[in-house]
Each structure stands twice: as C-alpha cells, then as structure tokens.
C-alpha cells in the first residue's frame, strides 16, 4: 500500500498491509524559515520510513499577528517563548480583526505548506497544525481570558470571530497549496480550566465554524484535546474522522477510548518522562531511552488495548527534539513485526 491509502484506510476502519505510525517534534532551529522546516519535515519522515507529515509550525505563530511580542532563540530544544502578550486590557480585544492569509507569520505557514506540497505530497499525506480561536485567544492573553469573557462576553465574542475569520482564510489558503488535513488543536478544552459550558459558548462554537470550513474537503482530519483532564467526549463529537491525546498519561486509555467512540484513534506513544507523585521526574520517555524490546512491547501493548482496526500509532503530543535516531528506527521497525491480520 501507498501511504496515502494505508492512512486513507486507517481512517475507514479498512483492512492494512500494517498498522500507520509516525512521531512529531517541533524543529526549532528550522521553523522560522517555511523552506527549511519543509525540507526538514520532509526528510525527516524520508529517513524513518513514517506515513504521514503533520507540519510543525512554532506554537505561538497564531498570535505574533496580533501583537505577542515573541523571544526566538533558533535553537534545538528551545522554542519560541512568549516574551509580552498581545492583550493587556480588557478593550485591546476590540482592536482584533480577521486577518488575510497572506500575512504575516500566518503567511509563513502557507509558504510552509506550499514547500512541503512541493517536496513531499507525492510520498507523504500532509496535516498542518492548527489552534482553536479559543486556544488562539489564551495564547494570545493568558488566563485572563476566563475573567474578560465573564466581564464583557460580547467583546470577548467579538474578538473570537475576527480569530475565527483569520483562521478559516489559513485553512483555505492551506488546502489550496495542497494539504490532506488539518490537526486541529485545543488547549481549553480541559475541567481543569474550564466548565463544558463555558466551553461550549466560548469554544465549541468556533471551534466547529473553523471545522466546518474544511471538513468536507480533506481527508486526513484529526482533532487534538490537550492537557490533563480532557473534554474527550465532547471533543470527540467532532465531525472528524481521528482524534489524537495523551493516551499514556492523562486518560483516557486507549482501550477506554475505544468504548467511547467509533473514530480512528491517534496515539499508543507514551511521549512524556514518568513522574512521581511530588512531580519529580523519574525517568525519561520510553520515547528516548527504551530499547527495541521494550518499544516493541510498548507499542503491542497500545494494540492490544484498541485494536489495530482504526489505529495510527503515533505520540499524545510532540516527542522530544532530541529522540535518539535508533529509537525512531524501533519505533517504525515495530510496526513491521505486529500482524493485522
């Protein structure tokens, strides 16, 4: 099978050669340059033999925009920080306004796609990443989101659909250049920040008009409730054909997930170091240190638990830039010793 049908038939529930598998990372010693970060995805995903590309722009490119103010280092391992937020006072949200595609660091990750399009579409399906307008605006301000929303909601609203508006021009200018998906990603969706009600209104609702937009022109469309304590159910209501969390630290497990809905199911990858209870590290990532015995176990384990039926193999969030090149190798040699069939 080609990559594009192995993932094509992942996502319907269809018999596979072998189960689909990649690992993310962000580059950030290339991702302030479109050309190279492509050139970068690209081979990188050449060398392990992965099925798809899901494009890695730095977490803070949907808010420079708008006025965050961002400390850039250029560096492996340390990524773009926000250095002074875009909103200081409850009335900056009323200066928002939807922005076209073409502009600014939006801009940057249009050239991006168009690069990786142009090197790798005919080897790779290709996902690029994208933000809820509600991640998007407490990326943007902080957690001072939840009192402005409360104080003035029309304002808060206001500024949500400028959000909205911008972020649906990217997605279109994305699949113009060529892309196969979108991995779109929320940070609010989570008990511990906020109530399903004031998610709903603040989130949920943009979050399907961003949806909406795209949903019946890519095939390859995962959804991604971050953080600990997620609105899984919620957010697996999704109209999208995948979804992607941390299966292997924050819950659900994969073999719970499976019980809860019929999607395909992106993870199996434990990509966090272990902790203990005072949240003191013990332990890197399996990701880094474990052997190809123990990657192999692992990943039979998450198999076991789902089922290889609608089953990408893949980490809960972004994997550690510095994975040692024989682990990736024993990650993707896995895949090769488990039957489907």
Not at 16 to 34: G, K, L, T
Not at 278 to 305: N, Y
Request: hydrophobic share 40%; net charge negative.
């Amino acid at each position: 099978m080609t990559k594009h049908e192995r993932i094509a038939a992942a996502l319907k529930g269809e018999d596979v050669d072998r189960i689909p598998v990649n690992v993310w990372m962000h580059h950030s010693a290339e991702d302030q340059d479109p050309r190279t970060l492509a050139e970068t995805q690209v081979q990188f995903a050449e060398n392990y033999d992965f099925d798809f590309i899901k494009l890695m722009p730095f977490g803070l490119y949907s808010v420079q925009d708008y006025g965050a103010k961002i400390k850039i280092y250029a560096q492996t391992g340390r990524p773009p920080e926000l250095a002074d937020p875009g909103i200081h006072d409850i009335a900056d949200w009323g200066l928002l306004e939807p922005l076209p595609a073409d502009y600014g660091t939006w801009g940057k990750q249009v050239q991006l796609a168009r690069y990786a399009v142009r090197y790798g579409k005919k080897r790779f399906p290709l996902i690029q990443t994208i933000f809820s307008p509600l991640t998007t605006a407490r990326k943007l301000a902080g957690n001072r989101i939840l009192s402005d929303l409360r104080e003035n909601p029309a304002l808060f609203k206001q500024a949500l659909e400028a959000i909205t508006a911008t972020t649906i021009n990217f997605v279109r200018a994305n699949i113009e250049a060529g892309i196969d998906g979108f991995f779109f990603a929320t940070q609010c969706a989570a008990y511990d920040f906020c109530s399903p009600e004031i998610y709903q209104e603040f989130g949920g609702y943009y979050d399907l008009k961003v949806i909406n937009s795209y949903k019946d022109e890519t095939f390859f469309n995962v959804v991604h409730p971050h953080g600990t304590n997620c609105m899984f159910e919620l957010i697996a209501a999704y109209p999208v054909p995948c979804i992607n969390w941390h299966d292997r630290w924050a819950g659900p497990s994969l073999g719970e997930a499976r019980a809860l809905t019929g999607k395909c199911l992106l993870g199996g990858l434990r990509e966090a170091p272990f902790f203990d209870g005072t949240g003191k590290k013990t332990a890197d990532s399996i990701l880094k240190t474990g052997t190809p015995g123990e990657l192999l176990a692992h990943i039979k384990e998450a198999v076991e638990a789902a089922s290889w039926r609608k089953l990408i193999i893949g980490p809960g969030c972004i994997a550690e830039q510095d994975l040692p090149p024989a682990q990736l190798r024993a990650i993707r040699g896995a895949l090769d010793a488990i039957k489907v069939k």
